[in-house]
C-alpha cells in the first residue's frame, strides 16, 4: 500500500498518535536466550538496494530501520527520541540545530561514532553541489562540528519541521557507500542475503541502547501472496504484516492477529485533466454514487476506517472525522448531478490500477459494480507495477485509479503539498488557486495553531471540490505466531525487530 | 516311423471383428521327414495362416484352432506353450518374405542368429559364435566374421535372407517352413535361395514346407503341392500330376496364367521414333554419413523408342530402370544429354498400386485432373471422356464415385491405366505395372494393355524385372546392369542366342535357359 | 483394433465435453446469475442449493462465473488454436515441400521460438498491446507456430515422394495445387489430431498466464485467472478451488479422450 | 566431426538471434529501469544520472553490442536491483533450479517408464485400463493446480513438508532434497504422462513388427521378446520426446518455483522482468538458450547411439 514515500524518515512532534486498536505488547516476561530465532514474512525482496538514504521502498526502509539509526529516532507513539545525539536544541527562530553527541555509540564493526561520521553523512544527504541527495537536506546551508561533542546544522531559512529529517542514517565516514556492506549504530546488524530467499540480521551486542532480545531475525521473501497463509500454517514463517481479511481469516489459532492501520489515503484518484472529470458536478456525483461501508465489507471484511480527504487518523490534529459525511450514498442526487453535467445516461471510464496490490483491484471491482446503478460504464485495465508508475505517475496517462497514498513523513505538507497545482508530484492535475493559495498560507505560518488551521481548510476544499472519491485508510493485519511477543504499530512503515520477544 | 507332420481337417477362425470369419476350412497335409511339399494359391488363399499354425505362432486368443496338429506324434493345438516352444525354432523354423522387416533393425546379424542356440543348448558363447559363423558360411556368405559384426541394413535383400535361413537351420531344425522367401528378391538372387534350399534339404535332411504364389518357382522346388483358393485346399498331388493334368478348374486357370514364352506373333515393324534419349548421364549425391558421394545411375544412354511399338526394359532392382523412366519423363533433369519427345503428356504407370493413387480423393476426381490443369474441356466434358475411359478399362461407371481405399489391388491398376489414356497419349512408360499383383490379376491386365496397344496404337515403354512377363509383351527388349544398356535386341535375338553374359545369366535363373523354353 | 475401447474412449470424451462445453455455450447467453453481481451477504458462501458451486470472495456465485469463464477460456483456445494451426501449417507446408534454403531458416527461427520462453513473448505483446483475450490469444498463437510447422513439415516430407505426388506432377498440377490440393488432405488425420492436443496446450498456457496475472482482466474471468484468486481461498473455501480446477481438468481431459479415440485413424 | 561443428554453428546463430530478440522485447516494453530503482520521488535529474549510470541513454544498438561483448567476455553486467553482478547471481541459484529439473527427470523416468511397459506388457487387461485412465487425468491437470494440489495434500494434511518452507543446499542438504521432491513431483506429472504415453504406444506399435514373429519363432518365451528384442526399438522415440521435456521443462518450473516459493532461475526471472531488470533477465534468457541447444543436441548424439540405422 506504500506508494509514495519520503527518502529521510522524520517526525514532526505529534500531539495524540494513532491509537493502536490493539496492542500487541502484553506482559513482558522476556526470556533472554542466545540462540533464538524469528522467520519474518516480507512480502517482495529489498531490491531496491540497501543504502539506507537512497532505499526507495517501504518494505526497504522498515527493516533498515532496525540496522541504521539517526541522531534522532522516533518511537511507537511517533515521538522523536534522542538516538546516536544525546542532546539537542532549536535556536530562537528555527534556522539552527545544535546536537551533542552520545557518548561511546558503538557502529557495527566495532569502532566507535565520532562528530566527523555525522558531519559526513549529513553531507552525504545533502548531495553534492547541485542536486540534493535527499531531497530535504536542500534547505541546509551548512553543518559544522565545533568541538567533538556537537554537532550544528545551518538552514537556509526557519523551519520548526526540519527535526524530523534529523533521522537519516548515521554512517562510518569511510563506509558512506552502504550498499554492499550495511554497518550503521542499530540494534540488529546485516550478517547476509540471498537474492529472492532470505535477509538474515544478527543483533548488535554492543548496542548503546536496550538490547534486542530475538538473537537472529530472518527476513523470508514469500512473493507468491497466495501461498504466505499456507507458509504460516506449516510454520516456516513466524510473523507476518499487511495480511488481507481474507488470509487473517484462514488462520488458525496458532496465530494472533494484530489489527492497526496502514497509514495511507486509498481513493480513486480522477485525472482532473480529463474530461469528463474536469467537471466538479462528475467527481460529486462519482462520490454519491460510492458506497464506502460495501467496499469496507468486501475488501476487508468492513475492517477499516473511512476517510474524507487526503488525511489519514495516524495524524491525530490534522484528521478531520467531519469530512466524511460530505458525501453519504445518494444515488438520485448522484444523476441529478450527472445530467446537470451533460451526461444524463451516464459515460464510460477506465481505471488504471497496479495488478499486484490486491485491495485496490478488489476495490475497483466493487465500484464497477457500484456505478454500474448510475448508468456509468468502468473498465478496469490492471498493468505490471513498472507501467503503472511510468504511465500513471510519471506519464499521468490515465483517466482514474485506485491507490493508497501515504506519507514518507508524519507532516501535514507531505500529504497536501501534493495537491497544488505545480507540485511535480500533482499525478492528478489539480488545479484550484483558492487551495494554492491556502496551501501557501500554511506553510508561511510560524504559530503551531495558524498552520494546524491552514491544512484543516486545505483538506476541507479538497473534499468539497471532491478533487477524488476518498474511501478509506486501510487495515493492517499482522499474524504473530503466539510463540512471540512485543509487536508494536508504528504510525509510520516501521517494523522494530528490537521489541519482539519470546513469551 | 511316425509321420514327420500330420495335419487333420484343421480350422482357423478369425474373432477380432464383431463376426467371428473363418479362414481356414479344414486343411489336411501330411509330411514325411526330408519331404519337399509346396503350398500354393493367392493373397487372401490361407497359406500363410495355415503355414503360422502349424509353426505355433497363431497364438493370439482372437485366433480359434480346431483340428489336429500333430509334429512327431505331439499335437502342438493342444500341448503347453513350454512344450510348443521347446519345438518352435529347435525342431520347427520359419522364414518370412520381408527379410528388412524380420530382422531385428537394432541388433547385431550374429546375436540374431545364434538366440536359436541361446535358448535351446546350453553352448557357451564361444561355442555359439563359432557355430553361427559356421551357419553363415553354410548358406554361402563370404567373410561371415564381418556379417556376424553388422546390423541388417547394412545387408543386401539377398544377403538378409540368407541370414534368416542360418538362423533358422543353425539347430537342424527337421521342418523349415518358407513363406513365400524368395518374392521380394530379383531374379538372379532368387534362384540362388531356391538352389540353397535344395542343398540343406539334402544335406540336413530337412524337410521344407514352401510356401509360394509363383507356380514355376513350386514346380522347381517341390515334390508335392498343394493349391488353396478362398480357405480350401482345392487340389493336392505331385508336382507332375499338377502340371501336366491338372483336376481343379482353378488350378488350370492359374497354370495358363503363367506368361508363356512360347508366343510367336511377328514382330511389329517400328514406325518413326516417337520419343528418345541423347547419351544421358545421370547422377545423386548420396550423403553417407559425414562424406558425400556421387552415385553415378545413368552412364550415358542413348534410345528411341518407335511408334506402336512395346519396348521392354529389363534389369534387376538399383540398376536404374526407374530413373530412366523419370527421366525420360521429365521428372529428374539429366546432367549430360537431352530427352525429345516428339509428343506431349506421354504418361506413367506406376508399380505400387497403394501409393499411386491419392487416397483422399475420388476415382473420378483423379482422373479428371489431367483435363482440369491441360485442357479447357467442360465438367461435363470431363465426366464424359472419364466415364469412357473407365468402361475402356473394364470397370463400370459407379467406381468413379469411389476411393481407392474402396478397390482392389488389380482394380487400382485399371483406375491408373485409365487416367493414363485421359490425354491420349501416344506413349504411356509402364514401370513394373504388374508385379504387385496376384498371377490372375497380372493376366488380365496384361491382356488389357495389349488391347489398348492393339486398338488405340498406344506404345509402351514396358519395365519388369520379371522376364516371362516381357517376353509375352515386348517386340524389342533392353537388358539393363548398373545403369548401363549390356544388351537390346528384338525379342528373338535376346531369347534365343543372347549375347552379353549377363543376359544369359538371367535367363538361366528364370528358367528360360536357351535350351529348352519351359 | 479394440472396437469396444474406442467407443470407450470416445463415449467418455463427449460426455465430459458435454459437462463443460454444455454450460460454456449457455453461458454466452444466459448464467443463473450475473457473473459480475456482488452480493456481501453470500461472501464466500459454501455449496447450496441456490449457489451449486458456492460464492466467491464477491459473493459472486462460482458457476455462473465458471461458465462465463469457460467460454472465454474456450475462446482464447479457439483463437489460438486457428491462428497457430493455420499459419504453422503454411509454413509447415513450404519448408517440407520446396525445403532448401526456405526449410533451413525457417527452422532456425524454429529452433529460436523453442528457446524463447513464450512467458517473454506474451509479456511483449500484453506490454506493447495492452492485457485481454485477444492480446492473449496472438501471444499463444505466436508461440504455438513452430510446433504445427514441425508436425506438418514431417508430413510433407513423407509425402512428397509417393508415387500419386509424381502423377499429378504429371497431370500438369501447379506446385501450389499439389501442396494444398494435393498433399494437404492427407494430412488431415494428423493435422486434426495435434489441433485436439493443441487445443489442451492453449488452455494449459492461457490457466498459465492468467495465473502469473498476465492474462485476461479482472472482472470478466478465464479459467485460470479463477483458479488463482481461488487459490487465496483454499482453506476456508475450497469448494471454490476444486470446482474451478475441476472443470479445467475435465475440459482438457474430454478433448484428449477424444483425440485418443480412434475414429478419425 | 563436421557435423558437430554445423551444429555448433548454427547454436551460436540460433542465440545470436534470441539475444537480439530479448534486448529489443525490453526495448519496446514500457517501464523505466531508472524510475523503478530510484522510486517516485526522484528527481529528474537523479533519474537521468542513474539512467546514465545504467547507460541506458545510449542508442539501442550502441548498447547491444557492448553487452554483446561484455557477454562474450563472460561478463554479463551488473542487476540493477540487487547491485551485484548478474554472473554471481545467476551462479549461486543455477543448483536450485537445476536440481528441480534433475529431480524432476528421475521422477519422471522412474514414473513413467515402468508403468508404461507394465501396462503395455499387460496390454488390454484391466491394469491396462487403469493405468491408461489415471494417465489420461493426470495429463488433464494443469502443473500450477497440480502444485497446488500436492501442496494441500502432502503439505497440509499428511504434513510431510512445511509448504513454503524452502531450505537452501548448503543449509541443510538432506532436507533440501526432502523439500525438493514435492516440486518435482508437480513438474514431472504431466510431463511422466506424455512419456508413458508416448512409451506405451511406441511399444504396441512394435508389436505389429515382423522381427516380433521372427523373434517368437525362434521359441523365445514372450517376456525376453518383450524386453530383449522390443523395448531397445520402442525407446527411440522416448529418448527424443525425453531431450524436449527437459527443454519445456524450465517453463513448468517458473511457474512451480511461484507455487511452491522456491527462490530458482525462474522466480528471479519473474521478478526482474517486473523490475525492468535487464542485465539479469538477458542473462536468464541466454542460459535458457544454451540449455534447450545443448539438450537438442545431446538428443541427436543419443539417438544414432541408440539406433544403428541413423548413420553419424
Not at chain 3, 514441425?150 to 509424381?166: A, S
Request: aromatic share 8%.
Amino acid at each position: 500500500m506504500r506508494i509514495f514515500s519520503k527518502k529521510t524518515l522524520a517526525l514532526i512532534l505529534a500531539s495524540s498518535m494513532a491509537v493502536t486498536l490493539c496492542s500487541c505488547a502484553g506482559n513482558k516476561a522476556k526470556s533472554d536466550n542466545t540462540d533464538s530465532l524469528i522467520t519474518i514474512g516480507i512480502p517482495q525482496d529489498l531490491d531496491d538496494g540497501l543504502d539506507p538514504h537512497t532505499a526507495e521502498g517501504a518494505g526497504t526502509r522498515e527493516v533498515l530501520f532496525n540496522i541504521f539509526e539517526g541522531l534522532v529516532k522516533p518511537d511507537s507513539n511517533g515521538d522523536l527520541k534522542c538516538a546516536v545525539a544525546s542532546d539537542y536544541n532549536i535556536n530562537e527562530d528555527g534556522t539552527v540545530y545544535t546536537f551533542t553527541l552520545r557518548d561511546n555509540v558503538k557502529f557495527h564493526d566495532g569502532s566507535t561514532v565520532t562528530v566527523e561520521d555525522v558531519k559526513a553523512s549529513l553531507e552525504k544527504c545533502m548531495g553534492n553541489g547541485d542536486e540534493p541527495l535527499v531531497a530535504s537536506f536542500g534547505e541546509v546551508l551548512k553543518v559544522e562540528t565545533p568541538d567533538d561533542k556537537t554537532v550544528e546544522v545551518y538552514l537556509k531559512e526557519p523551519d520548526t519541521d526540519f527535526l524530523a529529517n534529523m533521522t537519516v542514517a548515521i554512517l562510518p565516514k569511510d563506509h558512506l557507500d552502504a550498499s554492499t556492506e550495511l554497518i550503521g549504530t542499530g540494534p540488529y546488524k546485516f550478517v547476509s542475503r540471498s537474492p529472492q530467499e532470505n535477509i538474515i540480521l544478527e543483533s548488535f551486542d554492543d548496542y548503546w541502547g536496550e538490547k534486542a532480545n530475538i538473537k537472529k531475525v530472518v527476513l523470508k521473501v514469500v512473493a507468491d501472496a497466495d501461498t504466505i497463509v499456507m507458509n504460516l500454517e506449516g510454520g516456516s514463517v513466524d510473523l507476518m504484516a499487511r495480511l488481507s481479511t481474507s488470509q487473517a481469516s484462514q488462520l488458525s489459532d496458532k496465530f494472533e492477529v494484530c489489527e492497526g492501520t496502514m497509514n495511507l489515503v486509498q481513493a480513486l484518484y480522477l485525472n482532473n485533466a480529463v474530461e469528463p472529470f474536469n467537471k466538479k458536478e462528475v467527481r460529486q456525483a462519482l462520490c454519491y454514487a460510492t458506497d464506502i461501508k460495501e467496499i469496507m465489507d468486501f475488501v476487508s471484511d468492513g475492517k477499516g476506517t473511512e476517510t474524507g480527504s487526503s488525511m489519514f487518523p495516524a495524524f491525530g490534529k490534522y484528521y478531520m472525522e467531519e469530512l466524511n459525511d460530505t458525501y453519504n450514498t445518494d444515488l438520485d442526487k448522484a444523476k441529478e448531478l450527472l445530467s446537470e453535467a451533460g451526461y444524463p445516461d451516464g459515460f464510460e471510464f477506465s481505471i488504471t490500477v497496479p495488478g499486484n496490490y490486491k485491495q485496490h483491484v478488489d476495490t475497483a471491482q466493487v465500484i464497477k459494480e457500484q456505478y454500474k446503478k448510475i448508468g456509468v460504464n468502468v473498465n478496469i485495465n490492471l498493468v505490471e507495477w513498472d507501467t503503472w508508475l511510468n504511465d500513471v505517475y510519471m506519464g499521468r496517462e490515465f483517466e482514474a485509479t485506485v491507490i493508497g497514498v501515504d506519507a514518507s513523513q508524519l507532516t501535514a505538507s507531505s500529504m497536501l503539498q501534493r495537491f497544488v497545482s505545480d507540485s511535480g508530484k500533482n499525478f492528478i492535475n489539480y488545479n484550484n488557486p483558492e487551495y494554492d493559495e491556502t496551501y501557501q498560507k500554511a506553510a508561511a505560518s510560524v504559530k503551531d495553531d495558524e498552520k494546524t488551521e491552514y491544512y484543516k481548510q486545505c483538506e476541507r476544499i479538497l473534499s468539497e471540490d471532491a478533487a477524488n472519491v476518498y474511501i478509506q485508510d486501510l487495515p493492517n493485519l499482522v499474524a504473530v505466531n503466539k510463540k512471540f511477543g512485543g509487536y508494536e504499530f508504528y504510525p509510520l512503515y516501521v517494523m522494530d525487530f528490537s521489541k519482539l520477544y519470546i513469551k | 516311423m511316425s509321420k514327420l507332420l500330420h495335419v487333420e481337417d484343421l480350422n482357423i477362425e478369425f474373432h477380432d471383428h464383431l463376426i467371428p470369419e473363418t479362414v481356414v476350412y479344414d486343411f489336411d497335409l501330411d509330411m514325411e521327414p526330408g519331404e519337399i511339399v509346396g503350398l500354393v494359391g493367392e493373397s487372401g488363399s490361407g497359406k500363410s495362416m495355415s503355414a503360422l499354425a502349424v509353426a505355433g505362432l497363431l497364438s493370439r486368443h482372437d485366433m480359434k484352432k480346431r483340428g489336429v496338429i500333430e509334429f512327431e506324434g505331439k499335437n502342438i493345438l493342444s500341448c503347453s506353450r513350454s512344450e510348443l516352444r521347446e519345438l518352435q525354432g529347435d525342431e520347427i523354423c520359419m522364414i518370412f518374405q520381408e527379410p528388412l522387416t524380420s530382422l531385428n533393425p537394432v541388433k547385431k546379424i550374429g546375436w540374431q542368429v545364434e538366440e536359436g542356440l541361446k535358448i535351446h543348448t546350453d553352448m557357451s558363447p564361444e561355442e555359439r559364435k563359432k557355430r553361427a559363423i559356421k551357419a553363415l558360411e553354410d548358406v554361402e556368405i563370404e567373410d561371415a566374421q564381418r556379417v556376424y559384426d553388422s546390423y541388417p541394413h547394412e545387408l543386401s535383400g539377398g544377403m538378409r535372407q540368407r541370414v534368416m535361413i542360418a538362423a533358422a537351420t543353425i539347430g537342424n531344425p527337421k521342418l523349415l517352413i518358407a513363406d513365400e522367401p524368395t518374392t521380394a528378391l530379383d531374379v538372379t538372387v532368387q534362384s540362388q535361395i531356391v538352389e540353397l534350399m535344395k542343398k540343406i534339404n539334402r544335406e540336413k535332411k530337412t524337410a521344407i514346407l514352401f510356401i509360394s504364389h509363383d507356380l514355376s518357382l513350386v514346380s522347381a522346388l517341390c515334390e508335392r503341392v498343394l493349391v488353396m483358393k478362398g480357405g480350401y485346399v482345392v487340389e493336392s498331388g505331385s508336382v507332375k500330376e499338377i502340371f501336366e493334368s491338372p483336376k481343379e478348374e482353378y488350378t488350370r486357370k492359374l497354370i495358363d496364367a503363367i506368361p508363356k514364352c512360347g508366343s510367336t506373333e511377328d514382330l511389329v515393324e517400328n514406325g518413326e521414333p516417337l520419343a528418345g534419349m541423347k547419351d544421358i548421364n545421370v547422377s545423386f549425391i548420396k550423403r553417407k554419413g559425414k562424406n558425400k558421394e556421387k552415385v553415378h545411375v545413368l552412364k550415358d544412354i542413348s534410345l528411341d523408342i518407335y511408334e506402336g511399338e512395346i519396348l521392354g526394359l529389363v534389369g534387376e532392382s538399383g540398376c536404374g530402370k526407374s530413373t530412366l523412366a523419370k527421366t525420360l519423363l521429365g521428372l529428374i533433369k539429366p546432367d549430360t544429354g537431352h530427352v525429345s519427345a516428339k509428343f506431349p503428356n506421354t504418361q506413367m504407370i506406376f508399380q505400387d498400386p497403394y501409393g499411386s493413387l491419392n487416397p483422399s480423393k475420388t476415382v473420378g476426381f483423379i482422373m479428371e485432373e489431367p483435363l482440369r490443369n491441360l485442357t479447357d474441356k467442360t465438367p461435363e466434358e470431363r465426366y464424359a471422356l472419364s466415364k469412357e475411359m473407365i468402361e475402356k478399362v473394364g470397370l463400370s461407371e459407379e467406381f468413379l464415385q469411389r476411393y481407392p481405399s474402396e478397390l482392389s489391388g488389380g482394380q487400382r491398376q485399371r483406375v491408373c491405366i485409365a487416367t493414363a489414356l485421359m490425354l491420349g497419349p501416344k506413349l504411356i512408360i509402364a514401370d513394373e505395372p504388374v508385379s504387385a499383383l496376384d498371377v490372375t490379376i497380372q493376366a488380365e491386365v496384361l491382356k488389357l494393355m495389349m488391347k489398348l496397344h492393339m486398338e488405340m496404337g498406344i506404345s509402351f515403354l514396358f519395365i519388369s524385372h520379371d522376364l516371362r512377363v516381357v517376353h509375352q509383351m515386348c517386340d524389342r527388349i533392353m537388358v539393363m546392369k548398373d545403369g548401363e544398356i549390356v544388351e537390346s535386341g528384338d525379342r528373338v535375338k535376346i531369347y534365343e542366342n543372347p549375347s552379353h553374359p549377363y543376359t544369359k545369366e538371367l535367363l538361366k535363373s528364370a528358367g528360360l535357359g536357351p535350351g529348352g523354353v519351359k | 483394433m479394440r472396437s469396444k475401447k474406442r467407443d470407450f474412449n470416445f463415449i467418455l470424451g463427449i460426455c465430459l465435453l458435454a459437462i463443460t462445453l454444455i454450460p460454456a455455450f449457455v453461458g454466452l447467453f444466459w448464467t443463473p446469475y450475473d457473473p459480475e453481481k456482488m452480493d456481501y451477504s453470500m461472501k464466500l458462501a459454501g455449496i447450496s442449493i441456490r449457489h451449486i458451486y458456492g460464492c466467491d470472495n464477491f459473493g459472486r456465485d462460482v458457476f455462473s462465473r465458471i461458465m462465463s469463464g469457460s467460454g472465454i477460456t474456450l475462446l482464447i483456445a479457439v483463437g489460438t488454436v486457428l491462428f497457430g494451426s493455420i499459419l504453422g501449417t503454411v509454413i509447415g507446408c513450404f519448408t517440407g515441400y520446396y525445403g532448401g534454403l526456405i526449410d533451413e531458416c525457417l527452422m532456425r527461427i524454429n529452433d529460436v521460438a523453442l528457446a524463447f520462453p513464450s512467458l517473454l513473448l506474451a509479456l511483449v505483446i500484453v506490454s506493447l498491446m495492452g492485457t485481454g483475450k485477444y492480446q492473449v490469444m496472438l501471444a499463444l498463437g505466436l508461440a504455438f507456430i513452430p510446433s504445427y510447422a514441425r508436425i506438418v513439415r514431417g508430413e510433407y516430407l513423407r509425402i512428397k515422394n509417393l508415387d500419386y505426388v509424381k502423377a499429378a506432377k504429371l497431370a500438369g498440377a501447379s506446385d501450389m495445387r499439389i501442396m494444398f490440393v494435393h498433399i494437404l488432405p492427407n494430412t488431415k488425420t494428423v493435422l486434426f489430431s495435434s489441433v485436439l492436443i493443441g487445443f489442451n496446450n492453449a488452455i494449459l498456457a492461457e490457466a498459465g498466464l492468467s495465473f502469473l496475472g498476465i492474462g485476461v482482466q479482472p472482472p470478466d474471468a478465464s479459467l485460470g485467472r479463477m483458479l488463482s484468486e481461488a487459490q487465496a481461498y483454499m482453506f476456508t473455501n475450497p469448494s471454490y478451488v476444486l470446482f474451478t480446477g475441476c472443470t479445467i481438468v475435465m475440459l482438457i481431459l474430454g478433448f484428449s479422450l477424444l483425440s485418443k479415440a480412434k475414429r478419425w485413424q | 566431426m563436421k557435423y558437430v561443428l554445423k551444429k555448433l554453428l548454427s547454436c551460436i546463430i540460433t542465440l545470436f538471434i534470441v539475444s537480439f530478440l530479448v534486448f529489443a522485447a525490453f526495448a519496446l516494453i514500457p517501464g523505466d529501469p531508472a524510475l523503478s530503482k530510484l522510486g517516485t520521488n526522484a528527481t529528474q535529474a537523479a533519474l537521468d544520472a542513474m539512467r546514465h549510470k545504467m547507460g541506458l541513454d545510449r542508442p539501442f544498438l550502441v548498447r547491444y553490442f557492448t553487452w554483446l561483448f561484455d557477454a562474450v567476455r563472460g561478463n554479463f553486467g551488473n542487476s540493477y536491483s540487487y547491485s551485484m553482478p548478474v554472473a554471481s547471481l545467476i551462479l549461486d541459484k543455477i543448483p536450485i533450479t537445476l536440481t528441480l529439473m534433475v529431480y524432476s527427470m528421475i521422477l519422471m523416468v522412474v514414473i513413467s517408464v515402468p508403468a508404461g511397459v507394465y501396462a503395455s506388457y499387460k496390454e488390454d487387461t484391466p491394469v491396462d485400463r487403469v493405468i491408461q485412465i489415471a494417465n489420461q487425468i493426470v495429463m488433464a491437470i494443469p502443473p500450477f493446480f497440480s502444485g497446488i494440489l500436492i501442496t494441500l495434500f502432502f503439505g497440509i494434511v499428511l504434513k510431510l513438508f512445511t509448504p513454503g518452507g524452502f531450505v537452501s543446499l548448503n543449509a541443510n542438504p538432506l532436507k533440501f532434497l526432502g523439500f525438493m521432491f514435492f516440486p518435482a513431483l508437480a513438474v514431472a506429472l504431466p510431463k511422466s504422462a506424455m512419456v508413458f504415453n508416448l512409451l506405451y504406444t511406441s511399444l504396441n506399435g512394435e508389436k505389429k513388427k515382423d522381427y516380433v514373429r521372427t523373434a517368437y519363432s525362434r521359441g523365445n518365451r514372450s517376456k525376453t521378446v518383450f524386453f530383449s528384442h522390443m523395448l531397445k526399438n520402442a525407446s527411440i522415440p522416448t529418448i527424443t520426446f525425453l531431450g524436449m521435456a527437459f527443454a519445456d521443462m524450465i517453463a513448468g518450473s517458473i511457474i512451480i518455483e511461484q507455487v511452491f516459493g522456491i527462490p530458482g532461475l525462474g522466480r528471479i526471472l519473474l521478478t526482474s522482468i517486473q523490475n525492468r531488470d535487464y542485465p539479469v533477465v538477458t542473462g536468464i534468457i541466454m542460459l535458457i538458450a544454451v540449455t534447450v541447444i545443448i539438450s537438442n543436441m545431446i538428443v541427436d548424439i543419443i539417438y544414432k547411439i541408440v539406433d544403428p540405422r541413423v548413420d553419424a
